[in-house]
């Protein structure tokens, strides 16, 4: 990939990262869409620790942003008295996520190489965004008020995000919601389960970036993973500003959106 290639997809993968409309997703469709002719070796080898290690420049954003979570999260494994339900509630709900991703990884892997799948998950993507919305008004719980197993299911849900075209923010916020967290709760937690994740996926594909053969790959993304980064600080910093506000379908002009995008996709694969 060029530079400006390498860019562009960065860019993308920090602004849809954290909005709930896919940025494996579109890390395949804007590809396809910019008709850049990729590789099959390249999409099939490279491509996705190309993707995480964008992920991880997302992932240290969020990381920065939710300073104060961490800082709490951190302090109290090495203070006996303090609260240990946030940490615990993180654990839980990233379990589910690791354990599928572990266990599917090569067929997962396999699925960033397809543009139709990609579309037809944003598609259904979306409807979960908008059946997810009408239970936001039930929303009334911090995250410290979350059982385990409610952490649980929400990691579950989560697990979508594993495949392209899934939101793994919208699908963990979805969660939230049916579990009976607040908008800016809901978000706040799944941004919170998307750090220990990234890092996961960064441990298991970014070291294939430092093979002889990919080191001029490696390179190119670094600088995609610092422009992800900061586009992701820009865009987590809009998202929660977005979900403090709106209290009554916040999530509704993401599922259009990605109903308009995945239609348009799926129609030029048979136009």
């Given at each position: 990939m060029t530079i400006l290639q390498t860019l562009i997809l960065a860019i993308v993968q920090g602004i849809t990262e954290l909005f709930p409309i896919s940025s494996a997703g579109h890390a395949v469709l804007a590809p396809y869409i910019l008709r850049w002719h990729l590789s099959p070796t390249f999409l099939n080898e490279n491509?996705?620790?190309?993707?995480?290690?964008?992920?991880?420049?997302?992932?240290?954003?969020?990381?920065?942003?939710?300073?104060?979570?961490?800082?709490?999260?951190?302090?109290?494994?090495?203070?006996?008295?303090?609260?240990?339900?946030?940490l615990?509630?993180?654990?839980?709900?990233?379990?589910?996520?690791?354990?599928?991703?572990?266990?599917?990884?090569?067929?997962?892997?396999?699925?960033?190489?397809?543009?139709?799948?990609?579309?037809?998950?944003?598609?259904?993507?979306?409807?979960?965004?908008?059946?997810?919305?009408?239970?936001?008004?039930?929303?009334?719980?911090?995250?410290?008020?979350?059982?385990?197993?409610?952490?649980?299911?929400?990691g579950l849900f989560q697990s979508l995000g594993l495949i392209p075209g899934f939101s793994r923010s919208g699908s963990s916020m979805t969660a939230g919601f049916w579990m009976g967290l607040e908008h800016e709760e809901s978000a706040r937690f799944s941004m919170l389960?998307?750090?220990?994740?990234?890092?996961?996926?960064?441990?298991?594909?970014?070291?294939?970036?430092?093979?002889?053969?990919?080191?001029?790959?490696l390179h190119s993304a670094i600088i995609g993973g610092i422009a992800a980064g900061i586009c992701a600080l820009i865009s987590v910093n809009i998202l929660m500003r977005w979900f403090n506000k709106k209290e009554v379908n916040a999530m509704r002009p993401f599922s259009f959106y990605c109903w308009i995008v995945g239609g348009?996709?799926?129609?030029s694969h048979f136009v």
């Open positions: 491509f996705l620790p190309f993707v995480v290690m964008m992920h991880l420049g997302t992932s240290i954003a969020l990381f920065i942003f939710f300073w104060k979570d961490w800082k709490g999260v951190i302090t109290s494994i090495f203070n006996s008295k303090s609260s240990k339900k946030l615990l509630l993180i654990i839980v709900g990233t379990i589910p996520a690791a354990i599928i991703g572990f266990i599917f990884n090569s067929k997962l892997t396999s699925l960033f190489g397809s543009a139709l799948a990609a579309s037809i998950f944003l598609i259904l993507n979306g409807f979960i965004l908008f059946v997810g919305e009408s239970a936001t008004s039930r929303g009334k719980k911090s995250i410290e008020d979350l059982s385990y197993g409610q952490a649980a299911i929400i389960l998307a750090t220990p994740i990234i890092a996961g996926a960064s441990v298991l594909e970014i070291p294939k970036l430092f093979k002889a053969a990919n080191r001029p790959l348009l996709v799926l129609i």
